[in-house]
């Protein structure tokens, strides 16, 4: 059964309240939860991917594309049949992307999210699959005015309230936290605006030299995805991407296990995460991240690394890799995930423009930013 919801306001509660409500109810029940993203691009992911995730979140990804979704396990016929933007394409990510590492959750989101002059609303569809082999859906009319970055937060926030609505019964859900609306979605950081900035150029730069791009993230956590996505005009230029926190799923994804030996925070396992995703697509550029951010991480395979270790790889397709270690000062995780989100897409937009690959590293970068290979 669907539902349907129209969305006649600008308020609702922050994704970040929800997730963090979703989260700690999914510990303690021992759950997983796992997440296709379409036109959310990374939004669900980047509120998800919060200190203590990596209990109950182990993978994720973004697909933009035809192929991507296709890759990720919807039957091409589905697609063909009923159209990339259906109820039907939404419930078959939902359940592939649940499959993967057999999680309790899937969840995904297709849909337009493109302000239109024309007053024709637009409808984006939810899909949803559970440990109990049941899947549902939710229709949602979106304003045709509604901003691209207000929709993102409303489908992030309307998605995972959906899995709480499963857990409690709508009646007991009690989501306490600040409301949201449009002036607050535009009152950014200053950090924030000047990721918005840079993922402004780097669209502007994929789309005049019709280049694509892909992501595969660890310890950013969608954050890459999300900020290009931001972007107006996105779909023409990201492909897809992945969010593979546990080092059994970057495995899967083409990572080698050997390489993650010795430790998964390392220049290695960046470089290999992104040659991993250049292999999934037809994408000119890959980013990968891969590191520890505000805490120490205890897991196997990941101990040992100083919290705010991070390694960047960018790999412009036959060109040689740039691989990056920063050593950064410890401070919330959303204000690292944007200060390392920043720094690639910067990188991007410096290997497009500088073919002879001298890259410039800005100022602010020169005293904990180190290049560790070239190839």
């Known amino acids: 059964m669907f539902m349907e919801k129209v969305l006649s306001t600008l308020e609702f509660n922050s994704g970040k309240v929800v997730a963090e409500t979703l989260l700690r109810e999914l510990v303690n029940r021992n759950l997983t ?16 991917t919060i200190p203590g995730a990596t209990k109950s979140f182990h993978v994720g ?23 990339e933007y259906s109820m039907e394409t939404a419930l078959h990510m939902a359940q592939a992307v649940q499959k993967i590492n057999n999680d309790s959750f899937g969840i995904a989101t297709v849909g337009n999210i493109e302000p239109t002059n024309d007053l024709n609303p637009r409808q984006i569809y939810l899909g949803f699959s559970s440990y109990d082999s049941k899947q549902w859906g939710e229709i949602v009319t979106l304003p045709s005015l509604t901003p691209r970055l207000l929709a993102k937060k409303q489908i992030t926030y309307l998605s995972l309230e959906n899995v709480l609505f499963y857990l409690f019964g709508k009646d007991n859900v ?57 972007i107006s005009g996105a779909s023409n230029v990201y492909d897809s991407g992945w969010v593979a926190y546990d080092e059994n799923i970057k495995a899967q994804l083409g990572v080698p296990l050997l390489t993650m030996s010795h430790g998964v925070y390392t220049e290695k396992v960046s470089l290999e ?33 100083s ?21 950064l000062r410890v401070k919330s995780r959303e204000q690292m995930k944007i200060e390392i989100a920043s720094l690639a897409l910067e990188l991007v937009i410096q290997m497009i423009e500088k073919s ?6 800005p100022r602010q970068w020169d005293n904990n930013f180190i290049v560790v290979s070239r190839g």
């Open 33 to 48: 939860i796992s997440v296709a993203e379409g036109c959310s691009g990374g939004s669900i992911l980047d509120s998800l």
């Open 174 to 230: 009690n989501i306490s936290g600040h409301t949201l609306n449009a002036a607050m979605v535009t009152s950014s950081s200053a950090e924030e605006k000047q990721l918005s900035k840079i993922s402004q150029t780097l669209v502007n730069k994929l789309r005049g030299y019709n280049l694509k791009i892909s992501t595969m993230e660890s310890c950013t956590g969608g954050a890459i995805a999300n900020a290009i996505t931001d």
């Open 273 to 305: 995460m992104a040659r991993a995703i250049l292999n999934k697509t037809d994408s000119d550029i890959a980013i990968a991240t891969t590191g520890t951010m505000d805490t120490m991480d205890t897991r196997p395979f990941h101990n040992d690394t």
């Open 356 to 361: 002879e690959m001298k890259l410039l590293v």
């Open 61 to 83: 990804g973004v697909f933009y594309s035809r192929r991507s979704k296709i890759n990720l396990g919807v039957p091409e016929e589905i697609i063909d049949c009923y159209g």
């Open 307 to 327: 919290p705010g270790t991070v390694f960047i790889t960018v790999f412009y397709r036959n060109r040689k890799p740039l691989v990056c270690k920063l050593n």
